[in-house]
């Protein structure tokens, strides 16, 4: 079993859904919780930054941590063809080692 | 932000050349970077943490012999991959934590393709 799961998709939406991206995790000790963009044949860009538990919101993307049920998610609202991309969770227990999800990967039509 | 550059962002190579990657952070200094590969279609898989004025830490299976990493500065660090083979073909990423305060993010670099004929 790998330490974070995240389905691959592809994920195909319309233009304004909105859009839920989930990951699993089996390691108790992550607290720390993040989401990047990449975009094709670039670096990831960091999205969200969680610690611990809890609810994050910025704009459009809200991220939500569940450390009891060990599940995370990324809800983008009003989608947007710019959004269009692969989305990777990642986590860790400490600042030394992320462990990313597969990344799944969205496109957004108009 | 924070913003971490690479060089090259594209090399094709021979079959048994070495070829050298630099990463620099740009705005902040770095004490510790990573590098990390990323096949097509697949994620990103730590190769190596890069500490400033001592040895880089390498992940199980990644051959130090191979990927020599080499952190000279604060603000840059280097990864050579020796005797390169077309297996070695992928897109590899460094990343940085902004500052000490912020250690438990990371900022990553727009990532270098390499390709070993």
């Known amino acids: 079993q790998k330490e974070v799961e995240q389905d691959p998709g592809p994920l195909s939406v319309p233009e304004g859904a909105i859009v839920s991206l989930n990951c699993t995790y089996s390691?108790?000790?992550?607290?720390?919780f993040m989401w990047y963009r990449q975009y094709s044949r670039k670096g990831p860009e960091l999205l969200m930054y969680t610690y611990s538990s809890g609810n994050k919101e910025d704009g459009r993307f809200t991220a939500q941590v569940d450390k009891s049920s060990k599940y995370i998610s990324l809800f983008i609202r009003d989608s947007q063809p710019s959004d269009s991309a692969t989305y990777l969770c990642a986590m860790s227990a400490s600042y030394n080692k992320l462990i990313f999800g597969a990344g799944t990967r969205l496109a957004v039509h108009p | 932000g924070a913003v971490v550059s690479q060089h090259p962002s594209w090399v094709i190579c021979k079959s048994g050349t070495s070829v050298k990657i630099e990463c620099r952070s740009l705005?902040?200094?770095?004490?510790?970077m990573f590098w990390y590969r990323q096949f097509p279609k697949q994620s990103l898989m730590l190769m190596a943490t890069?500490?400033?004025?001592?040895?880089?830490?390498?992940e199980q299976g990644v051959e130090k012999d191979k990927f020599l990493i080499n952190h000279a500065s604060l603000t840059l660090s280097t990864l050579t991959v020796t005797s390169a083979h077309p297996e070695d073909s992928s897109f590899y990423i460094c990343?940085?934590?902004?500052?000490?305060?912020?250690?438990?993010?990371?900022?990553f670099g727009p990532g270098t393709r390499l390709t070993v004929l």
């Open positions: 990343s940085a934590p902004p500052s000490r305060e912020a250690a438990d993010t990371q900022y």
């Open positions: 390691n108790s000790a992550f607290q720390y």
């Open positions: 890069s500490n400033e004025g001592s040895k880089a830490t390498y």
């Open positions: 705005d902040f200094q770095a004490t510790t």
